[in-house]
Structure formats: structure tokens, C-alpha cells
């Protein structure tokens, strides 16, 4: 950052561009007028032209989105992270561990709520010092972050918002794709991402494009020759002995998407079900919670050297999106209030959500703008590591990405070791060529 200050409780809140010093708990410079600032730091000498013609309108938009992730008491909704405790489920409970679909995980909430920004501090404050002061960050990587999220409000927020708009056209194998190719992928540092393999066979509409052109698929979308910016492939993960399974789509190995469908749920028979349980299924989802906890481990596994181990997962319908945060070191299970891909906040021309653009942005970015649990976050447990108990080495240790077939046990542990004969004898059993020689006489 070129003018980055220290930060402190994020929980409190302000309004910037309003003469207040202090901005959802970071303390900032009074502004000296009600407008961004758009005169050009010496610090901005750059090739890329976007963090200077960024348009006055988006910073504005973007400045009243923002407070949705930190100021409780802002006008259009609150974005929270509420903590949850888990009460029961099958993390452990058979031999072979349960798939994702049949994943039990209930859970409740405990009595606290933070706001959605308090865990994304750093990413908050690079995009705060951009809004107020068109500051522009010093550090590489984060400067190419923050382009990414201003590129597509300014480059393609149009397009994509079109693809984004009638979702009930889509399918649930065709929903996680379009929204991947078309939000979360054009937000990432790498617009490369993997969808189950399995989903390519699923239902899809009579008129769907299949097949590839130049080596890459169709998109679900209608648009004019609209390409995927990923594949289909092998998107297992997990262990056979504990939760396992296939994720519907797995963005550059880094965040999982996990669509579901409301209709399976509450389909009322052609009945329009009101909007509050009309999106319940994506509220404390047991499947969505396990393939969570299950990524949380596999990549504290594969990235010890993180700086924190908050890791998130995206759950979304045809209407919303939900945010699943889980800490496997200090286990510690976030969920986020429902955020509607349409509405609250809005750019002119279309009705895509920005609020839900901007945590799509911190999320699929968490590696760089996510700054880990809050001390005072520590103290309300997820309660999965008493949950796993004695299989909790698997999750820390045996957890695999990829080929998770392979990960079935030829031997266990327990009871089930009495029963057990020595691979050879079975393969010679089948294949029943025991040759048996008369007694000599
Ligand atoms: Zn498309």
C-alpha cells in the first residue's frame, strides 16, 4: 500500500465518504470532500490504465456496497459470519466413511455475529485505500488482485451480468458452471478451474451446447460463442474411511463450489415458496459443511506454510450465494448470511449483486486478501475435532485430492481386522487355481 495505515476492530462501523475518520474500524484521514479522490498518487505510475479510469460511478457503488460487510447498520442488508457449533454427525461413524451425499452434519448457531469483512481486513483495506484515495498498492500480487475485481466491474460487468441474469433457465450441473465462468473465475487470479467430471453426463437442457470448440467447452450460457475458462475433470476429495466425494467445481485447487438445487427441497408443486425458506437449503447444509471442513484440512495439509488456515466454500442456488469459512487448526466454523446474486446493490444497466460480486472477490482471493480467525473467534469451537475423534488423523494427515478411490483401505484398524484375510489368499480364492496334489502313497 502507498498510504496504508494500521488497522484496528473491524466490528465498528462508519460511513465513509461522509466526513468520518473512521471506516468499519479502520481509522483513516478525514476526507476533504464528499467525492473519491481521483487525482493520481505518484505512487500509480503503472502500465495498466484501469486503476485510473476506473469510473467515478463504480467507486461510488462500490464505496455503498462496502458497507454492507461492516457496518451493521447500513440501510440495504448486513452481510454477517455467524459461528456455528456441530451437534451430531457422521464424520466418523462407519467404516468406510460416508460420500458427500450422504453427509449428517447438524449444527446450531452460537449467539454471536461478526460482519463479513472482519475476517477479510487486508483485502478490505486495499480496496478502502483505492476508493478513498485512488491509492494503488505497492505489492505486486495485490495490485493484480485488486485489477481483477476492477476489470470486470469496468471491462465485463455487463456480459457477465446478462449470462447471470435468468437463472431458472439453467440446470443444477449447468448453474455451478455458468456462475463459475461468468463471477467467481473472472474475480480469481486464475480463471482456470475444474468441474466434476460426472456433471458433464448430468441432466442439461434439450438445447445445450455440448461438446468443444478450439480445445475448450461451451458454456451453459447463450451468449455468442461463450467458452469455458475451465474443464471438466476429477474433482474428488477426502478419504474413503472418513467423508469423501466429488465437488461439484474446484477453482485454481483453491476454493470449492458447491451448487444446490431449491427445488429438490422445497418444491411446493408449481407453488412459488416464500423467499425466506425458499433459500433455507443453503443455511447450516450438511453437505455443503463437510466438503468445507474436508477442503479445510486437505489444504492445510498441502500448504503448511499459510499464514492462517481459514478456508471457504461457496454454496449457491439460482437466486443465492452463502460463504462457509472453516479453520482446521483452530476449529472454527463460519457461515455467512445469504447473499442474492440480484439486487441490494446494483451498477446502472444491470441487476447483478456488487455486494455479492465484492465477497466473491475476497473469497475466491482469500490466499492474499484473508486474514484468518479473529482472537475472540477462537474461543466459539466448531466442536469437529471431538466430532472426528479417533479418525481425526485421517483428516489431518490421510486426506487426498484427486483418484480418491485409491484411498480405500485394504486393512482397518478394530474389530474389523479379525475378518480380514491376506490380499493373496483372496486373489488366489478367486481366481480358484490352488492346484490340490494326491497324497503320495
Ligand atoms: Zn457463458
Avoid at 476508493?131 to 476492477?150: A, C, M, S, W, Y
Avoid at 470486470?152 to 456462475?179: G, H, I, P, Q, R
Avoid at 455486494?355 to 482472537?375: F, Q
Wanted: aromatic share 8%; proline share 4%.
Amino acid at each position: 500500500m502507498t498510504t496504508g495505515e494500521s488497522s484496528s476492530s473491524p466490528s465498528s462501523s462508519s460511513k465513509r465518504g461522509c466526513g468520518d475518520s473512521n471506516i468499519g474500524g479502520f481509522h483513516k484521514k478525514p476526507r476533504t470532500d464528499s467525492s473519491p479522490n481521483v487525482s493520481v498518487t505518484s505512487h500509480a505510475i503503472d502500465s495498466d490504465r484501469i486503476f485510473v479510469d476506473f469510473p467515478k460511478s463504480l467507486v461510488n457503488a462500490l464505496n455503498i456496497a462496502l458497507d454492507s460487510l461492516m457496518d451493521e447498520s447500513t440501510w440495504m442488508g448486513y452481510i454477517s459470519l455467524t459461528p456455528l457449533k456441530i451437534l451430531n454427525s457422521n464424520a466418523t461413524d462407519c467404516h468406510e466413511g460416508y460420500r458427500f451425499s450422504k453427509a449428517y452434519c447438524s449444527s446450531e448457531k452460537y449467539p454471536t455475529q461478526y460482519s463479513f469483512g472482519s475476517v477479510f481486513i487486508k483485502g478490505l483495506s486495499i480496496l478502502i485505500e483505492f476508493i478513498l484515495h485512488r491509492t494503488i498498492p505497492e505489492n505486486k500480487q495485490d495490485k493484480f488482485v485488486l485489477g481483477k475485481l476492477l476489470h470486470f466491474l469496468s471491462d465485463s460487468l455487463d456480459t457477465d451480468a446478462e449470462a447471470l441474469k435468468n437463472m431458472e433457465m439453467y440446470t443444477e450441473t449447468e448453474l455451478n458452471t455458468v456462475v463459475t465462468n461468468h463471477l467467481f473465475a473472472k474475480l480469481s487470479t486464475s480463471t482456470l478451474f475444474t468441474i466434476d467430471k460426472q456433471l458433464s453426463k448430468s441432466k442439461c437442457r434439450g438445447n445445450e451446447r455440448r461438446g468443444y470448440l478450439n480445445g475448450k467447452p461451451w458454456c451453459p450460457c447463450e451468449q455468442n460463442e461463450c467458452l469455458l475458462s475451465g474443464d471438466y475433470g476429477d474433482t474428488s476429495i477426502g478419504n474413503w474411511m472418513v467423508w469423501h466425494g466429488s465437488v461439484d467445481v474446484v477453482i485454481n485447487h483453491d476454493v470449492i463450489i458447491v451448487s444446490q438445487d431449491n427445488e429438490d427441497e422445497n418444491c411446493c408443486h408449481g407453488d412459488k415458496p416464500p423467499a425466506e425458506t425458499k433459500s433455507s437449503v443453503l443455511r447450516r447444509n450438511h453437505q455443503i459443511i463437510a466438503q468445507n471442513i474436508v477442503f479445510s484440512f486437505l489444504q492445510k495439509h498441502r500448504h503448511p506454510e499459510s499464514d492462517n488456515f481459514l478456508i471457504p466454500c461457496i454454496g449457491i442456488t439460482r437466486e443465492d450465494i452463502i460463504v462457509y469459512l472453516y479453520d482446521s487448526v483452530h476449529d472454527v466454523l463460519l457461515e455467512s448470511s445469504l447473499l442474492p446474486l440480484q439486487g441490494m446493490v446494483s451498477s446502472p444497466g444491470n441487476k447483478l449483486n456488487l455486494v455479492a460480486v465484492l465477497v466473491s472477490w475476497l473469497v475466491v482471493n482469500y490466499k492474499y486478501l484473508c486474514g484468518g480467525v479473529m482472537e475472540e473467534m477462537k474461543t466459539t469451537k466448531a466442536e469437529f475435532f471431538s466430532q472426528a475423534k479417533e479418525k481425526l488423523s485421517i483428516y489431518e494427515t490421510y486426506l487426498k485430492s484427486g483418484d480418491v478411490r485409491n484411498t480405500r483401505p485394504t486393512v482397518d484398524s478394530g474389530d474389523q481386522v479379525k475378518n480380514l484375510h491376506h490380499p493373496l489368499l483372496i486373489d488366489l480364492k478367486k481366481r480358484n487355481k490352488l492346484v490340490v496334489l494326491e497324497p503320495r502313497e
